[in-house]
């Protein structure tokens, strides 16, 4: 193993904590799970995991320094990825209620996949994270690569693992919405998560 077997289960630990706070991606999730059901929520976090993945490499090995110098840059990037949620919750909020008998029409997995990869994406203050987060859980004593590489790949095994979950315990609540006076309160409980989180994200300080 290229890193000490306590420090990696206290970066495992930390991660899980981190992961179950909801951010802009888990928001994605339960909205599309709710929207459109569970297999649509996992694409949306597979989509937005290999945009974090990006970003994990991309912190790991310094790629954040680079857009620290960037402040104009990264705020346009966050404020596309703001716009973005927005205009997906404005679209769920506005939608004409759908009765859950099958006839619904499903959105593409390549389109899911591309809102979840677009979100993370637009999120670069999650590289700044990362480059401040890995570090504290390298031993200076063995190799950094080996070990950087081991913790990028775990935060996005470990991610993806729950955004499922998140996916599946909302595609279950879907249900409950399944008559057209309930699938108004779906759109707008949608519709709502999606708008909140973009302002959010906008209104969020580096």
Do not use: H
């Amino acid at each position: 193993m290229p890193m000490s077997p306590e420090i990696y289960a206290a970066y495992v630990l930390a991660t899980v904590i981190l992961i179950l706070m909801p951010g802009p991606i888990v928001t994605l999730v339960i909205a599309n799970s709710l929207a459109y059901g569970t297999r649509t929520g996992v694409n949306s976090a597979l989509g937005a995991r290999v945009g974090n993945a990006v970003l994990a490499a991309g912190g790991a090995f310094g790629l954040a320094a680079l857009l620290g110098l960037l402040a104009d840059v990264f705020d346009i990037i966050r404020y596309i990825g703001a716009a973005y949620l927005i205009y997906l919750g404005v679209k769920a909020w506005r939608a004409k209620p759908e009765t859950l008998d099958g006839t619904a029409p499903m959105k593409s997995k390549k389109a899911v996949w591309g809102q979840g990869f677009i979100v993370a994406i637009t999120n670069p203050k999650t590289l700044l994270f990362y480059a401040a987060f890995f570090p504290q859980f390298i031993d200076p004593t063995m190799p950094a690569a080996p070990q950087l590489a081991l913790l990028a790949v775990t935060f996005v095994v470990i991610a993806t693992t729950l955004d499922c979950c998140y996916a599946l315990l909302a595609g279950r609540l879907r249900n409950y919405f399944r008559d057209a006076k309930r699938a108004v309160i779906r759109n707008r409980i949608t519709g709502a998560l999606l708008i909140g989180t973009g302002i959010g994200m906008a209104l969020a300080r580096r």
